[in-house]
């Protein structure tokens, strides 16, 4: 290895679907790789991989939970001496910067996926493995936390104690070159939705149905994800009447094909890390009915540009009432929303900088 890189290791529990191991794989794999040294190191399986990476070392340490990946994590960075360890999602991070103390002369980065305590509100499931003030104490030991969103750095510093100083804001980059759809909204034909995330509470599934078994046009709504909440769902919708208005798809590698013929995306969290599946909605052209909720979403929509976001069930009801009456997008200006904001240039070069910066300090 040349010793004038920086050696950083980017550390996750999996490379399973997941916007937290599509991020910060991504970023691993596009780091010049004149200046780093990059190393993935997976505490999980290679065969629940579905991220395909070319020209990244990847290393898999084959162990069914994080918690049991702690000696060999020790390890690994104990004989390879990085400079800098990333890790993201809660759990992860907190073990990590326990081990911090030990290795003086490496930076530790946590990367923070959610929103925690709205996250905790909604869904007791997603709570972690440790309790509140041992990931506050955790933060204390980190060097840095990126949040991806304003939300999130605002939650950090108020409720987990982290100094403004320590943490830093980047958003998500767009991952890939979607294609641009070709036309807007086809109005010979009922008018398509789509919903593209875990089937979980926090996700607000429920309030999306609610809303649109109130919708007196035709229309067709997709749903695309897997989850716990799956049976409550769908017993809702067949409730509602509404299972002839519904296409559901458990996976797709194909996202972008779906999201190109529909015409509205309809977002129901409560909340959100920062959500990259509207990032990719406005860059192939279709734009987004949402919720208010924190997570980015002010970052993500530009009122009547890319889509709206809705206060209240009613406020959404009329956002969906007008936009078929009179469809006000066009594919161009929906896509240069996010494409200005969230190019993979732009954040990759945010954390370059951040990188460079801390190895500097070493």
Sequence with gaps: MNNSKTNIIFVLPSLAAGGAERILSYVAQNLDEHQFHVTLLITGFEKDTVYQLDNLNIVYLNKPRVLKAFGSLFQYFRK?????????????????????PYFRKTKFVSREANVLTVLNKHNPYTNSAFPKAMIVLAYKLVDCIICQSKDMQ????????????????????????????????????????????RLSKEKGHERIIDVISKLNFPFHYTIIGSGNEKDSIFEMLDNKGLTKNISYISFTKNVETYLADSDVFLQGSFVEGFPNVL?????????????????????????????????????????LN????????????????VKSKFNSHKIISEYTNLFLKLAHKN
């Design 80 to 100: 390879h001496k990085p400079d800098i360890v990333v890790s993201s999602i809660v759990h992860l991070n907190t073990m990590i910067a326990f081990m911090s």
């Design 154 to 197: 605002k939650d950090m510093i108020a409720n987990y104690n982290v100094p403004k100083n320590k943490s830093i804001l980047i958003n998500n980059p767009i991952t890939k070159e979607f294609e641009l759809k070709s036309r807007a909204r086809d109005t010979s034909k009922p008018i398509k939705f789509i919903t593209i995330g």
């Design 279 to 319: 990032i990719e909605s406005c860059v192939v052209g279709t734009p987004i009915i949402a919720f208010n909720a924190p997570g980015g979403l002010d970052e993500i929509i530009e009122s009547g540009k890319n889509g709206y976001v809705a206060d209240t069930k009613e406020a959404y009801l009329n956002y």
């Design 322 to 337: 007008q936009i078929n009456e009179s469809y006000p997008f066009n594919p161009e200006s929906v896509s240069h929303v």
